[in-house]
C-alpha cells in the first residue's frame, strides 16, 4: 500500500519559515517524480514545486519561487519543502504527490497517482 505523510505544518507568522516533510512509503521511492501541492479555500489546487530524483531537476510556480526550497532524501524516501518568506497568501493546505513518470507532467496535477491527506499551513500577517 503507498502512503505518503506530510508532517510540519503549523502556524507561522508572516516572513516566518517551516519546513514540510513528506514520507513515502511502498513504492520505489526514486523511481517518482515528487510533487507538492496546495489549495486554500476557495480556490483549486496549485502547484507548487516538483523535483525528480534529485535537486538538479527542480521545478516550481512563480508565486513561490525564491522562497520555497524542494529537496528529497531518497535513502529516507523524504522529499521536503523549505518555505522562507512566508506570506498570508501562503496560507493553505499543503499535498505531497507521488509521479511515476519522471520526464513527463511535473507541473500537471493529473499525472501524479499518489497523495498524501495534506497539512495545514496558516500564515498570520
Known amino acids: 500500500q503507498v502512503q505518503l505523510v506530510e508532517t510540519g505544518g503549523g502556524l507561522v507568522q508572516a516572513g516566518g519559515s517551516l519546513r514540510l516533510s513528506c514520507a513515502a512509503s511502498g513504492l520505489t521511492f526514486s523511481s517518482y517524480a515528487m510533487g507538492w501541492f496546495r489549495q486554500a479555500p476557495g480556490k483549486e489546487r496549485e502547484f507548487v514545486g516538483s523535483?525528480?530524483?534529485?535537486?538538479?531537476?527542480?521545478y516550481y510556480a512563480d508565486s513561490v519561487k525564491g522562497r520555497f526550497t524542494i529537496s528529497r532524501d531518497n535513502a529516507k524516501n523524504t522529499v521536503y519543502l523549505q518555505m522562507n518568506s512566508l506570506k498570508p497568501e501562503d496560507t493553505a493546505v499543503y499535498y505531497c504527490?507521488?509521479?511515476?513518470?519522471?520526464?513527463?507532467?511535473?507541473?500537471?496535477?493529473?499525472?501524479?497517482?499518489?497523495w498524501g491527506q495534506g497539512t495545514q499551513v496558516t500564515v498570520s500577517s
Open positions: 504527490a507521488a509521479n511515476p513518470n519522471l520526464w513527463r507532467g511535473l507541473t500537471t496535477e493529473s499525472s501524479y497517482n499518489y
Open positions: 523535483i525528480r530524483w534529485s535537486s538538479s531537476s527542480t
